[in-house]
């Protein structure tokens, strides 16, 4: 079955960065992008932006560019995301989830999505 | 602020029909399709309805999804205890550079 797993929790000090990884498997995996959404405790959903497993190519939330890096390896099916200069804000936990889209419908949806990576950012 | 607005509660009780709102603008929902996603507690978000009415497979009949203008609707008919959950709506929105939306998120109380 289509599966995306994320690597375990993170603790970061404010400045530092952080690398999540998500494995895919069940699935072609440069078939299809991979978007990653974060979620602070107690809040609603943000996305983050997303990166398409054939090309590489990127499109990042504008709140979040000069800080975020997503990355592939389509060697082991994995997407990374990186996000630089923690701050406490940061807090959250990310997922990440594939990136379904019907060229003809031009419609977009997420499905499935990982098990989520919770990243402290505390001194 | 979510761009996307949502009730932050609903309730209901077992048997019930409950519909959940999403207000968005013309830059998102009134020219982008919406999707829906539920979120069980302690888990990650799972997709409920995509392109405003279509249930992926697996997904009850129970739920569907509407949408008129700039506004999506979410029903749950025949309300179950393993319905309560947080619902969230999403939408693209064209403005600036284009992102994903989110509503607040709503969170569903089954009584």
């Known amino acids: 079955q289509v599966q995306l797993v994320q690597s375990g929790a993170e603790v970061k000090k404010p400045g530092a960065s952080v690398k999540v990884s998500c494995k895919a498997s069940?699935?072609?995996?440069?078939?299809?992008?991979i978007s990653w959404v974060r979620q602070a405790p107690g809040q609603g959903l943000e996305w983050m932006g997303w990166?398409?497993?054939?090309?590489?190519?990127?499109n990042y939330a504008q709140k979040l560019q000069g800080r975020v890096t997503m990355t592939t390896d389509t060697s082991t099916s994995t997407a990374y995301m990186e996000l630089r200069s923690l701050r406490s804000d940061d807090t959250a936990v990310y997922y990440c989830?594939?990136?379904?889209?019907?060229?003809?419908?031009?419609?977009?949806?997420?499905?499935?999505w990982g098990q989520g990576t919770l990243v402290t950012v505390s001194s | 602020q979510s761009v996307l607005t949502q009730p932050p509660s609903a309730s209901g009780t077992p048997g019930q029909r409950v519909t959940i709102s999403c207000s968005g603008s013309?830059?998102?929902?009134?020219?982008?399709?919406v999707n829906w996603y539920q979120q069980l507690p302690g888990t990650a978000p799972k997709l409920l309805i995509y392109?405003?009415?279509q249930r992926p497979s697996g997904v009850p009949d129970r739920f569907s999804g509407s949408k008129s203008g700039t506004s999506a609707s979410l029903a749950i008919s025949g309300l179950q205890s393993e319905d309560e959950a947080d619902y969230y709506c999403?939408?693209?929105?064209?403005?600036?550079?284009?992102?994903?939306?989110f509503g607040g998120g709503t969170k569903l109380t089954v009584l």
């Open positions: 989830a594939r990136k379904n889209v019907d060229i003809v419908a031009t419609i977009v949806w997420f499905d499935p």
């Open positions: 069940g699935y072609t995996f440069t078939s299809y992008g």
């Open positions: 990166i398409s497993a054939y090309n590489g190519n990127t």
């Open positions: 013309s830059s998102n929902i009134g020219s982008n399709t």
């Open positions: 392109s405003n009415n």
């Open positions: 999403a939408a693209w929105d064209d403005s600036l550079n284009g992102s994903w939306v």
